[in-house]
């Protein structure tokens, strides 16, 4: 009982200490001081502290099955495997909430002890605003919620873990979906900071692009890792169901993919400054109405595993950050106004600005289609359920043209792109594409969507392939060095562009295994006696008997199949079963999966006659799925390409503006040069945009000097606003 | 920007366009009409139905409620009679009620459900174009041609620039 109760009075203290974190944290970003600062530093640290000690005494009690405890008795039993009882730590409402606190608790942890290097006034209000969250989460676990709550009686075993959650998946897509959610909170913290400074530059972006694209990784992830989840545990022979709790999760990585790329505009063209605000914005609060959806019960669901009733707490905390955030947005809506302009309407701007029309645009149609059943409730007094076919033709046609995009993207250049070389440029990626559409068409492949899937996704391959080809020739005609070296340091030195291209052929391989195995999967249903054969595809399955297996939660009934080829050869024997559970929870079943890089055969036992040994089995074949999880390990690799810190100068603080602008300059420069090298512009464009590149050079030195003596007087300013609290004010 | 060549762009496009429309026409062609196989079939309507008491939002085809079971053998019957798609979808929501159709028909409330994404695109591509030509920098068509002077500093500064490619 004491490991319990020191969780509790963990939760209760660390509660205390987010709440002075807020106040100290609002007291800081009013009068800056070196003293609230260092308080504020050892507040988050004891903070992390108190959460961390009460989910590690959370973890205890369900690791030994403390059955005192509501939690442990909900979701754990003696029966279940050490691992699966600390994963279900976030597997009910109380646990998985805790989670979600430490992992906020711990970024926190991370943002303050970080180095802020001139965006170190943002960082009061970026604490005040994760700690705002913080305080919620803490609320919730110290009254509604409580993960500590005991029994008068402990009963002799727990009702254990739902059967689908254990799966070495629980170990990985909760936790990758919560790291993914939760950091999120940064960007949006700190893009809500810089609009109540003021400071709407691109500063906010370039400080946070880490943590987005790490948050963006772990939710890919999260997803991509829950697809796979569902493909092998759940035996309906698919991953992707368009599930509310599935789209929930789709919805903040399309909000997060879209600020990916406009952020890039702000940065290079500080257009779109608005946009960026409300599409970080957007994805934040679409975490907290997935985590209402999750937790919330307000929709039924197949992921509703927690049954949670925690749906009007939760709904209203994303009222009030909607709301919080639509007031910051209208109060500085003014500030946000830039007045930089398009050079031109084909330029890589544009086609960002294409690319977030698109992928906003399934956002929307996947929130609509979730949340229409409640709508149509709410109208006409029944709910009318949405599922797949809809996405399918609304959803689905986007996201190819988001993939044609992606395959005109690179061609274009910043600025300005010259029409005539953009078409030269395209003209063989179009002919390949358009060829092997004609050649897909001919061999039978007649799914209309799918096949425009694989022509985006041939061009997509096509323009990526020349990027790489020319990229490092017009390097090496340019520096003088060879085409493999010139390749090498081409993606070392822009890193962030080569590893989203690597990202691009990775979500290619996944739309063309999305493809195939959505258009060309075959399914039969087959009831067989002992030694009948099913044909499905290339391969024969004969049914060769049933049997049993005792295990500790329960029984497992299990057919055998030996699966062979159409020509005889025997590739080996597939089990799939059913397992019935001693603790009265709903029976499972486990597939049967012969997985190849071509087609995964898929079969589900779904029913048995004892007397006779008959069984009904639903057998899939679905080509290419494979690829699907390939591109996964690609699109991490790819991400991981961009997130690798580029070799920086060492500079000097004092002049580093002066120099980041420089070097900006130097940058889109020789990033010029590779393009006029690669064919995408002309002469006459690429002078003019030199031109205008040089011009900005030419009237550095004058700015230099404006700068040093701006920022000699802001110093000043910060350093007598932080001596004045310590006594210093009668000097000011 | 260049007519001619932007010409040649949208003769590009446009030729894409008419190739993936004639593609589209041809695979109408090729697939309308065809003869599916019953359990083809079978697995199309049953993707295009709901099991009552199905509390997931799967179709027929991959719902394991014993419903499911039912309607799948239900289609099975009404296609070895004869029926064809929509005669079998019209039989089994005159039996099940509207409800059993995996999503909204396009009908009454149900319609929005369609409708809403469509026009929320093209009011995005709509707000897109506008932001477009609204901060459209009418004076940046001008050529900006290097002068002799910043030919020379272009030169100069050559070894700054070539540390970032």
């Known amino acids: 009982m004491l490991v319990g109760q020191i969780g509790q009075d963990s939760l209760l203290v660390a509660l205390l200490l987010i709440s002075t974190v807020l106040v100290l944290s609002i007291v800081e970003s009013r009068r800056p001081s070196v003293v609230v600062s260092r308080y504020l530093q050892v507040l988050t640290i004891a903070q992390f502290l108190f959460v961390a000690l009460a989910s590690a005494c959370l973890i205890v009690l369900l690791v030994t099955l403390n059955f005192h405890y509501q939690y442990v008795v909900d979701y754990t039993s003696r029966s279940l495997s050490p691992l699966y009882r600390i994963a279900a730590f976030w597997g009910g409402d ?105 400071r709407t530059d691109a500063l906010w972006l370039q400080v946070t692009r880490r943590w987005t694209l790490i948050s963006w990784l772990f939710l890919s992830c999260g997803i991509i890792y829950g697809a796979h989840w569902s493909y092998e545990e759940l035996g309906w022979g698919g991953y992707w169901a368009w599930d509310p709790i599935e789209n929930a999760a789709l919805m903040p990585w399309l909000a997060a993919t879209a600020f990916l790329h406009s952020a890039m505009v702000q940065e290079r063209k500080g257009l779109l400054k608005a946009w960026n605000v409300v599409l970080i914005s957007l994805t934040y609060l679409l975490t907290l109405f997935g985590t209402a959806l999750t937790r ?67 956002l929307f149609a996947v929130l609509w289609g979730t949340v229409f059943p409640l709508v149509s409730e709410a109208v006409t007094g029944s709910q009318m359920l949405v599922s797949g076919p809809f996405y399918d033709s609304v959803v689905l046609p986007i996201g190819v043209a988001v993939i044609f995009l992606m395959g005109v993207g690179p061609v274009l250049a910043w600025r300005r792109t010259d029409a005539a070389h953009l078409t030269a440029y395209l003209a063989v990626p179009f002919a390949v594409a358009a060829g092997v559409g004609v050649l897909t068409w001919l061999a039978g492949y007649h799914s209309v969507l799918s096949l425009f899937a694989y022509l985006a996704a041939t061009l997509v391959c096509a323009v990526i392939g020349l990027e790489f080809l020319r990229g490092a020739r017009a390097r090496a005609a340019i520096t003088g060095e060879g085409v493999l070296l010139s390749l090498g340091r081409m993606i070392a030195k822009n890193r962030r562009r080569y590893g989203g291209y690597v990202v691009h052929l990775a979500v290619v391989l996944m739309v063309i295994g999305f493809a195939t195995s959505g258009a060309y999967a075959k399914q039969e249903t087959a009831n067989l006696e002992i030694g009948q054969t099913v044909a499905i595809g290339n391969y024969l399955l004969t049914f060769h008997g049933l049997n049993t297996v005792d295990k500790r939660s329960g029984v497992l009934l299990q057919g055998s199949l030996v699966v062979q080829t159409a020509e005889g050869k025997t590739i080996g024997v597939l089990d799939p079963n059913v397992e019935f559970f001693q603790n ?101 464009g690429y002078e003019r945009t030199r031109g205008q590149l040089m011009g900005l050079l030419n009237a550095e030195p004058g700015s230099e000097h404006d700068l040093r003596e701006r920022l000699g007087v802001q110093f000043e300013r910060q350093v007598l606003a932080m001596v004045e609290p310590m006594g210093g004010g009668e000097h000011a | 920007m260049d007519i001619v060549a932007l010409r040649k762009l949208l003769i590009l496009v446009a030729a894409f366009l008419v190739a993936g429309a004639g593609m589209l026409w041809l695979v109408n062609q090729a697939t309308t009409g065809a003869a599916q196989t019953p359990q083809a079939e079978l697995w199309q309507i049953a993707s295009l139905l709901h099991a009552p008491g199905d509390t997931t939002n799967q179709t027929v085809l991959s719902s394991t409620v014993p419903a499911a079971w039912t309607l799948r053998a239900e289609i099975a019957q009404l296609l070895a009679k004869g029926e064809n798609r929509s005669e079998i979808l019209h039989v089994i929501e005159l039996q099940y009620g509207p409800t059993v159709l995996a999503d909204p028909s396009g009908a009454g409330f149900g319609l929005w459900v369609w409708v809403l994404p469509g026009v929320a695109l093209a009011l995005g591509l709509g707000a897109a174009i506008g932001y477009l030509s609204k901060r459209r920098d009418a004076g940046a068509g001008g050529s900006v041609q290097a002068g002799s002077g910043q030919s020379e500093l272009i030169d100069a500064k050559r070894e700054e620039w070539i540390e970032f490619l």
């Open chain 1, 584 to 684: 009265g929870q709903s029976p499972t079943t486990n597939l049967g999966l012969y997985s190849t890089p071509l087609a995964d055969l898929y079969v589900v036992l779904d029913g048995a006659n004892f007397k006779t040994g008959e069984s009904l089995f639903e057998i899939h074949l679905n080509p290419l799925v494979s690829l699907i999880w390939w591109g996964g390990y690609l699109y991490i690799a790819g991400t991981f390409v961009s997130l690798w810190p580029e070799r920086k100068r060492r500079r000097q603080a004092w002049v580093s503006a002066v120099t980041l602008q420089r070097e900006r300059v130097y940058k889109e420069l020789a990033e010029l040069a590779l393009d006029h090298g690669m064919g995408k512009l002309g002469r006459s």
């Open chain 1, 296 to 362: 919330g019960g307000l929709l039924w669901s197949i992921h509703s595993f927690a049954n949670g009733s925690l749906g009007t707490v939760f709904m209203s905390f994303v009222a009030f950050m909607t709301l919080f955030t639509v007031s910051v947005l209208a109060w500085r809506g003014r500030d946000l106004k830039g007045v930089a302009q398009f050079e031109a309407v084909l330029s890589k701007e544009t086609g960002f600005l294409m690319n977030n029309v698109l992928l906003i645009g399934a």
């Open chain 1, 94 to 198: 109380a646990g998985s909430l805790l989670f979600w606190l430490l992992v906020t608790s711990a970024y926190l942890l991370v943002v303050r002890l970080v180095r802020h290097a001139g965006s170190a006034d943002l960082l009061p209000i970026v604490s005040a605003i994760m700690a705002l969250v913080l305080l919620f989460f803490a609320g919730v676990l110290n009254t509604v919620a409580r993960p500590f709550t005991t029994l008068a009686v402990a009963p002799a075993d727990g009702n254990g873990l739902n059967a689908l959650l254990q799966n070495p998946g629980m170990t990985v897509h909760p936790v990758n979906l919560y790291l993914g959610y939760v950091g999120f909170l940064v960007p949006y913290a700190y893009g809500m900071a810089a609009l109540l400074l003021r």
